[in-house]
């Protein structure tokens, strides 16, 4: 009996501290600093008309918001993975769509803002640029989505500029 006791206590010892080894990665303030952004969302653009849907979610053990996107006819889709890197301090996100775009955006959240941009690369015409996308998150609980490409440091075009409402 009195081994069967002490081989219990080992056993049960041994599984706790394994248990506390593999606790979440990615369940701190920094992973949850995206976390407004979590939903399935109708999403408008500026004139109020529906322009897509976009469902946002946790995989990866919480360690990834994965979007997935899809434009009001259906034809467009893209997803995007979101994390907090732990290497470099900042949040990331690599998005790729069925017409073959992709864009990797890095940055940090400001208050009640997620601002990422893309590194500096050169236009056709030679000129840098980069894509700046900021989520807001307001206070009635939706998200405005701004992006915008900025050439040569100063010449800003609105790409898209939409509100997420959950559906």
Same mark, same amino acid.
Not at 115 to 127: F, M
């Given at each position: 009996? @009195?081994?069967?006791?002490? &081989?219990?206590?080992?056993?049960?010892?041994?599984?706790? +501290?394994? =248990? #506390?080894?593999? &606790?979440?990665?990615?369940?701190?303030?920094?992973?949850?600093?995206?976390?407004?952004?979590?939903?399935?969302?109708?999403? &408008?653009? &500026?004139? !109020?008309?529906?322009? !897509? *849907? +976009?469902?946002?979610?946790?995989?990866?053990?919480?360690?990834?918001?994965?979007?997935?996107?899809?434009? =009001?006819?259906?034809?467009?889709? !893209?997803?995007?993975?979101?994390?907090? +890197?732990? $290497?470099? *301090?900042?949040?990331? #996100?690599?998005?790729?769509?069925? #017409?073959?775009?992709?864009?990797?955006?890095? !940055?940090?959240?400001? =208050?009640? #803002?997620?601002?990422?941009?893309?590194?500096? =690369?050169?236009?056709?015409?030679?000129?840098?640029?980069?894509? @700046?996308?900021?989520?807001?998150?307001?206070?009635?609980? %939706?998200? @405005?989505?701004?992006?915008?490409?900025?050439?040569?440091?100063?010449?800003? %075009?609105? $790409?898209?500029?939409?509100?997420?409402? *959950?559906?």
């Amino acid at each position: 009996m @009195r081994l069967f006791i002490k &081989t219990f206590f080992i056993l049960f010892f041994s599984f706790s +501290n394994y =248990a #506390q080894d593999v &606790t979440c990665k990615c369940c701190d303030e920094k992973h949850d600093e995206f976390n407004f952004w979590l939903g399935t969302w109708t999403v &408008t653009n &500026t004139d !109020g008309e529906v322009v !897509g *849907k +976009n469902v946002i979610d946790k995989i990866q053990d919480n360690c990834i918001l994965r979007e997935n996107w899809t434009s =009001a006819q259906g034809t467009f889709t !893209g997803t995007s993975n979101n994390f907090y +890197n732990n $290497v470099t *301090k900042q949040w990331e #996100q690599i998005w790729i769509d069925n #017409q073959g775009g992709s864009l990797h955006l890095k !940055g940090h959240r400001v =208050a009640n #803002q997620m601002i990422l941009k893309t590194d500096i =690369a050169n236009n056709k015409e030679g000129k840098p640029f980069y894509h @700046r996308i900021t989520w807001t998150l307001n206070d009635d609980g %939706s998200v @405005r989505q701004y992006w915008e490409t900025i050439t040569n440091d100063k010449d800003i %075009s609105v $790409v898209f500029d939409g509100l997420y409402r *959950k559906q």
